[in-house]
């Protein structure tokens, strides 16, 4: 089994959105949860917070459910884990190398990890806090775009398979 941990700021918006948003693509791609573990955390995450009701609502309308997340906080151990850690800008892929250089073959910027294999340019995925519920779709948008790449490119590298 792979874990692929998300790391986001607060881990309330951007990170479980992907994090929830993976899970779904794996399943529709006919991929067991035996085979990959998906996490996500936050750098300043204070543990046990909730997601955000507009992070909820914007994966709500696509038929998955945030409801249950609490937050946490990015720790030494979780890094040590994680086959691949995404995070949503390149500030946060920086940070965990900060906290643990020998993680440099595993954390990409999400978008960078899912450009590379499409050969194209990668930016990073803006922090939707404090915006409107139409920013966090926008944001929600793009997530799925790029988790549908995502599980392509983790087939492609055969990290996974169909079960």
């Known amino acids: 089994m792979i874990t692929i941990l998300f790391i986001c700021t607060g881990n309330t918006c951007r990170s479980p959105m992907a994090?929830?948003?993976?899970?779904?693509e794996l399943h529709q791609?006919?991929?067991?949860?035996?085979?990959?573990?998906?996490?996500?955390?936050?750098?300043f995450a204070s543990?046990?917070?909730?997601?955000m009701?507009?992070?909820v609502e914007a994966v709500k309308e696509r038929g998955i459910s945030l409801e249950n997340h609490r937050s946490r906080r990015l720790t030494p151990k979780l890094i040590n884990e994680a086959h691949l850690i995404?995070?949503?800008?390149?500030?946060?892929?920086?940070?965990?190398?900060?906290?643990?250089?020998?993680?440099?073959d595993r954390v990409f910027s999400l978008a960078e990890y899912v450009a590379e294999s499409e050969g194209s340019h990668?930016?990073?995925?803006?922090?939707?806090?404090?915006?409107?519920?139409?920013?966090?779709?926008?944001?929600?948008?793009?997530?799925?775009?790029?988790?549908?790449?995502?599980?392509?490119?983790?087939m492609e590298e055969r990290m996974v398979k169909k079960s």
């Open 19 to 24: 994090e929830v948003m993976l899970q779904e």
């Open 122 to 154: 990668w930016q990073d995925i803006p922090d939707p806090f404090g915006h409107s519920a139409r920013v966090y779709k926008r944001t929600a948008d793009t997530l799925q775009d790029m988790m549908r790449k995502l599980v392509k490119r983790l």
């Open 86 to 104: 995404l995070g949503m800008t390149e500030e946060h892929k920086q940070a965990v190398l900060m906290m643990d250089a020998a993680a440099s």
């Open 29 to 43: 791609a006919g991929i067991g949860r035996d085979q990959v573990q998906v996490l996500s955390a936050g750098l």
């Open 47 to 51: 543990d046990g917070e909730k997601a």
């Open 53 to 55: 009701p507009q992070a």
